[in-house]
Nanobody
Framework: QVRLVESGGGLVQPGGSLRLSCASS????????MGWYRQAPGKQRELVAS???????NYADYVKGRFTISRDGAENTVSLQMNSLNFEDTAVYYC????????????WGQGTQVTVSS
């Protein structure tokens, strides 16, 4: 059974920082990437950042230079350091793990709320 446990969300003022972490236990096949998505009220879920098993990173344009994704491969954890947060970053953030065994599997965490408010 695959289980993703997220932590680190909360309330922060504009310009502040938060760090999200996601611990993955169990998987099917080999993990190919780990990442973070977010969903704001009334909007579709969107990719924030991802990191491949080889260490390649991918960021949404609106977080480049502000967010940094990192992964501890040995522990199968992924973290997202978020700096210079603004109101538009308010959303539920979801951890995502993709793995492959004959086909690609997608696993999701339960989501953690990030609220940027003064």
């Amino acid at each position: 059974q695959v289980r993703l446990v997220e932590s680190g969300g909360g309330l922060v003022q504009p310009g502040g920082s938060l760090r999200l972490s996601c611990a993955s236990s169990g998987t099917i096949g080999s993990i190919t990437s780990m990442g973070w998505y977010r969903q704001a009220p009334g909007k579709q879920r969107e990719l924030v950042a991802s990191i491949s098993s080889g260490g390649s990173t991918n960021y949404a344009d609106y977080v480049k230079g502000r967010f940094t994704i990192s992964r501890d491969g040995a522990e199968n954890t992924v973290s997202l350091q978020m700096n210079s947060l603004n109101f538009e970053d308010t959303a539920v953030y979801y951890c995502n793990v993709k793995s492959r065994l004959f086909r690609t599997y997608d696993f999701w965490g339960q989501g953690t709320q990030v609220t940027v408010s003064s």
